[in-house]
């Protein structure tokens, strides 16, 4: 039996009894400081003191346990019962919005995603529709682009997922011939890579390691009669292109539904479905490749020779389906396929995806615990839930409330959740929330940055 599959059989009756089996503003120089040697540092101090020493923590009166210990020989973090706290963890307070300068044209962005902040409080964002990447400074004043659409070095197409590590900026582009191209923060060309991928894999995402190992991260969906599973894997290459370790993530095989999901879009989508049933997998510096499938509540970390590392498990109580959101999901699935039917060209897939979920509306047992996983440079799990109340509200301009996140501290806790505000493309860097504000109304996307700060009593966030 596998190391995954035993533990998950050791903890059977602690979990779901059904487990799914298929994952700033300018602050000061004070803060940039922080922010230089927390990208550098704290990565490693976070694998240190998760696995220094094991122990156990309990409040008899709200029901939360927390301890720490070798299973199977691996350090594994266990949150049992509910959270630490009650209540909503942080405050949001938004600090800047990064819009055009009129007298400017370069500093229109068409479709910005994936807002990253530099060391010296620069603010970098990919341009989708416009083939960069463009920079601002700490106080929203466009700066320079980098790339342009081609082909050539340092070019750029369709870029999408921008992440910065050690001061290098590495993003993703191009589609087929797969490409990651990595700079320096004032634009310089460092390197490109680009790789040939099978064209059913659905949208595979590179990264370079510090170290200095390619990673390669493909995913699969489900045929329509379940006679396949969804897939996810990571690849780890040396520098010299041989295949270190492949990393393959828990299986899910539902071609229907799978996970009611939150969709972060501007459209009033409150319970859209997740029917491709794609695993997470994906990379942090230091922290390793992290793999779970949402349905199941544990993440696991495997080092880069594809050795399982530590795990966090939150041994809570999951979320049931409601009656009420299996009509709603249904009436959603029809008014989907009639919009499918009018294009001029539908997808076949797609329709067949959603013929089949409303003529056999099956359910999991419950809902994904969650549906994104995320981790910030502190070394703290940000899990995107996909069925919270707050996901009924539109991704607005309007002050509505966004995703739920469980929030996981970097000793492998669960800590509780909070609702971020209306952000789509959302990741926390540097004690700050970065994303990206919809307008559905006009389809403009403006980048937004909040300071993240506690809100509870005894909450340390560093």
């Not at 799914?20 to 922080?34: C, P």
Request: with cysteine; glycine share 8%.
């Amino acid at each position: 039996m596998l190391v995954h599959d035993r533990f998950l059989h050791q903890h059977r009756h602690k979990t779901s009894a059904d487990l799914h089996s298929a994952l700033i503003q300018n602050e000061s120089t004070r803060s940039r400081e922080r922010v230089k040697s927390t990208l550098q540092l704290c990565m490693i101090a976070t694998l240190l003191s998760f696995t220094a020493v094991p122990g156990c923590t309990s409040d008899s009166d709200t029901g939360h346990a927390f301890r720490i210990e070798s299973i199977d020989g691996v350090s594994t973090a266990t949150t049992s019962g509910r959270a630490k706290y009650e209540g909503e963890l942080f405050q949001y307070e938004e600090i800047l919005r990064i819009t055009p300068d009129p007298d400017d044209p370069d500093s229109y962005l068409i479709l910005p995603r994936s807002p990253v902040m530099d060391t010296d409080g620069n603010f970098h964002v990919t341009d989708s529709n416009d083939h960069c990447i463009a920079v601002f400074d700490s106080e929203g004043h466009y700066r320079y682009r980098i790339g342009r659409e081609g082909e050539g070095p340092g070019d750029l197409r369709l870029p999408r997922s921008l992440h910065i590590w050690s001061d290098t900026l590495q993003v993703n582009s191009h589609f087929v011939t797969w490409r990651l191209t990595r700079f320096t923060t004032d634009g310089q060309l460092v390197d490109m890579t680009t790789r040939s991928l099978a064209t059913d894999s659905i949208i595979p995402e590179l990264y370079r390691a510090p170290s200095g190992e390619l990673l390669v991260s493909t995913s699969s969906r489900p045929t329509i009669d379940d006679t396949q599973y969804a897939e996810a894997q990571m690849t780890v290459l040396s520098a010299a292109g041989d295949t270190v370790a492949t990393i393959e993530a828990p299986r899910l095989r539902s071609a229907k539904i799978v996970s009611i999901a939150w969709e972060g879009r501007g459209t009033n989508y409150p319970l859209r479905v997740q029917c491709n049933g794609i695993p997470l997998i994906t990379y942090a510096p230091g922290a390793g490749i992290m793999v779970t499938n949402g349905m199941e509540p544990v993440i696991d970390f495997y080092d880069l020779t594809g050795t399982l590392a530590r795990r966090v498990v939150l041994d809570i109580p999951p979320d049931p389906i409601t009656g009420e959101e299996k009509r709603a999901y249904v009436d959603d699935l029809r008014a989907q396929l009639a919009e499918v039917r009018q294009s001029p060209d539908p997808n076949a897939y797609t329709l067949a995806r959603l013929e089949a979920g409303i003529a056999d509306p099956q359910f999991p047992p419950h809902k994904a615990y969650w549906g994104r996983m995320d981790l910030d440079d502190e070394g703290w799990l940000w899990l995107m839930t996909v069925d919270s109340p707050a996901a009924a509200a539109t991704a607005t301009d309007t002050g509505h409330s966004g995703p739920r996140l469980r929030v996981v501290d970097a000793n492998g806790e669960y800590l509780g959740d909070t609702i971020w505000p209306p952000v789509v493309d959302g990741h926390v860097q540097s004690g700050h929330l970065l994303g990206i504000v919809e307008n559905p109304e006009t389809d403009e996307r403006t980048p937004v940055i909040y300071r993240v700060r506690p809100a509870l009593p005894g909450l340390v966030y560093p």
